[in-house]
C-alpha cells in the first residue's frame, strides 16, 4: 500500500491510497470462494461454483463492490497513521468511488479534519508559584491547631453571648409551611445547631445572629432552590418556611491545652516534641505527593493562559465531551452507582454537570493543543523505542502483538500524540521559573503594605498639587 497526503485549507487533508494489483486480485479470489461457500448454486457442489455463475447469480458488481469496501474499510485508518495526521472526527471518502478491478492497482482519495496547529503567545518557560518543599513551624502549628479543633468540646458559653458565626446554639424551633401546617421535620422542642453547618441555609443563619440565651424570634425565609438537609423536603410544596426559634443555650468551642499530658492521653505520643516531629514527617510526606501534582496543574494553567481562545475549534471541544461523559458513565456503571444517585450525593442536577463538563472539555482541549504547540516548537517527537516502551508499560503477555493490533487499526497517532504531550509537559516542569508562594498572612500583610503605600503616594501627591 502506498499513500501520500496533501494538506489543504481549514485544517483538512487529502489523502490517497493506493493498494498493489496483488492485493486486489487476492481479495477478489477470497471473495469469489467465500460467496460459493456461502450460497447455493444450482448444479455445483458448494464452493465449486466458477466466477460467472457467481456474477450471474448476484450480480456482476456484488464482488467487486464487496472487495472495494473491504479495501478501503482495511486501509483507510493506516493511510492516517502513515501520514502522520491527527484526525478530528471521521473521514469522508469521494462519492464517485472506482470498484476494485482484478489484476490491477486500486487507487481511492478522502479527506478529513485534521487537528490544528496553534501558536502560542510565548514559548518563554512558564513562571510559577509553589508552597515550600520545607516543613515550617507555621506548618506544624496549623495541624496542632486543626487537632485541637478536632478534639475540642462544646460548652456552654456565658448568658450574655450573643450568637456568632462560630458558635453553637441549642434552640426550640417551630416551623410552619405556607398552609400553616407543622413541618414536623424541622420543629424540636431542643436541638443542638452549629451556625454554618449547612443543614438550614444561610438565611437562617443571619436572622439568628446576634441573638443570646432566652431571646426569641419570629422570621420568614424562602425556600431555597438548592436543597439543605432540613429544607429539601419542602421543594416545591412550599414557597417559605414561618419560624419561631428560642435560644435556649449559646455554645462554644473549648479547645484542648496542647501539654505533654494530653497529648500522652489523647494521642498515645510520649510529649509534645513527639508529636511535632511526628507532625513534621507527615506534612513531609503529604508535600512530596501533593506538589509535584500541583506544579504540574499550575505548569498547565500557566501555558493555557498563551492560548488564543479562537484557535480552539468547538468540534475538538465536542468531542472532548463526549469522551468525558462516555469515561463518567462507565465509571458509574463499574461502581454499581445510578446517574440519579450520583447527582442526589454531589447536591447538584444534570443541567449543572453538563455545563461542569463542558468547562472541563474546553480546558482540557486547550491544554492539549497547548502542549502540542510547545512540542512541536521544542522539537519533541515519538521514537520507535518510545512507542516500545509504551506497549510494555501496558501490562499485557504480549506487548508486540497488541502493538501490530493498534497498527492495523490505524490508532498508532494516538500513542505518538500521548508521548509527545508527556515529553511536553516533562519539559515545561523541567524549564519552569518557580517561586516559594506566601503563606496567607504574608499575602495579606503584603497588600495591606501595597495600599498603604498607595494611600501615601497620593497624598504626597495631594500636598505637592
Known amino acids: 500500500m502506498e499513500t501520500s497526503a496533501e494538506v489543504l485549507e481549514g485544517n483538512r487533508a487529502k489523502v490517497t491510497v493506493t493498494v498493489d494489483a496483488s492485493t486486489v486480485s487476492s481479495r477478489i479470489k477470497s471473495q469469489y470462494k467465500k460467496y460459493a461457500n456461502q450460497y447455493n448454486f444450482p448444479g455445483f457442489r458448494k464452493g465449486k461454483a466458477p466466477r460467472p455463475v457467481i456474477d450471474n447469480a448476484l450480480g456482476k458488481e456484488a464482488v467487486p463492490a464487496t472487495v472495494t469496501d473491504d479495501v478501503i474499510n482495511s486501509t483507510l485508518a493506516r493511510a492516517i497513521d502513515q501520514n502522520d495526521l491527527y484526525p478530528v472526527g471521521d473521514p469522508k471518502v469521494d462519492d464517485d468511488v472506482a470498484l476494485v478491478k482484478d489484476g490491477e492497482d486500486y487507487t481511492y482519495t478522502f479527506e478529513i479534519d485534521t487537528k490544528p496547529e496553534i501558536e502560542l503567545s510565548s514559548y518563554d518557560p512558564v513562571e510559577i508559584e509553589l508552597p515550600s518543599e520545607e516543613v515550617s513551624d507555621k506548618d506544624i502549628d496549623d495541624e496542632v491547631a486543626q487537632l485541637q479543633q478536632h478534639y475540642a468540646e462544646i460548652v456552654d458559653a456565658p448568658a450574655n453571648t450573643k450568637v456568632k458565626a462560630e458558635n453553637f446554639v441549642d434552640m426550640t424551633v417551630k416551623a410552619t409551611d405556607d398552609d400553616g401546617m407543622d413541618v414536623k421535620a424541622i420543629s424540636q422542642e431542643s436541638t443542638q445547631y452549629g451556625i454554618g453547618s449547612g443543614l438550614f441555609p444561610s438565611t437562617f443563619d443571619d436572622e439568628i445572629m446576634g441573638l443570646k440565651k432566652g431571646d426569641t424570634k419570629q422570621f420568614v425565609i424562602d425556600v431555597p432552590s438548592e436543597p439543605t438537609p432540613m429544607t429539601s423536603d419542602l421543594i416545591g410544596k412550599s414557597a417559605q418556611i414561618h419560624f419561631d426559634v428560642t435560644i435556649n443555650v449559646v455554645k462554644k468551642r473549648k479547645l484542648p491545652e496542647v501539654t505533654d499530658a494530653w497529648v500522652s492521653d489523647t494521642l498515645g505520643l510520649k510529649d509534645v516534641a513527639e508529636l511535632r516531629d511526628t507532625l513534621k514527617d507527615q506534612i513531609a510526606d503529604q508535600k512530596n505527593q501533593f506538589l509535584p501534582r500541583l506544579k504540574e496543574s499550575r505548569v498547565l494553567d500557566a501555558l493555557v493562559e498563551r492560548v488564543n481562545e479562537d484557535d480552539v475549534p468547538q468540534s475538538m471541544v465536542d468531542d472532548e465531551e463526549t469522551d468525558i461523559l462516555r469515561d463518567f458513565y462507565r465509571q458509574l456503571q463499574a461502581q454499581g452507582i445510578t446517574f440519579d444517585a450520583y447527582l442526589q450525593q454531589q447536591g447538584m442536577n444534570a443541567g449543572q454537570l453538563r455545563e461542569d463538563v463542558k468547562v472541563q472539555a474546553k480546558e ?38 497488541l502493538k501490530k493490533q493498534w497498527l492495523d487499526n490505524g490508532q498508532m497517532y494516538l500513542v505518538r500524540q500521548g508521548i509527545i504531550r508527556q515529553k511536553a509537559l516533562d519539559d515545561l516542569k523541567d524549564t519552569a521559573v518557580v517561586t516559594e508562594e506566601a503563606d496567607a498572612d504574608e499575602k495579606k500583610s503584603s497588600k495591606k503594605a501595597e495600599k498603604a503605600e498607595k494611600a501615601d503616594d497620593k497624598a504626597e501627591k495631594a500636598d505637592a498639587e
Open 364 to 401: 482540557v482541549t486547550k491544554q492539549n493543543l497547548a502542549l502540542d504547540a510547545w512540542g512541536k516548537q521544542k522539537g519533541l517527537a515519538a521514537t520507535e523505542a518510545d512507542i516500545d516502551d509504551e506497549f510494555a508499560k501496558a501490562g499485557v503477555s504480549d506487548p508486540e502483538a
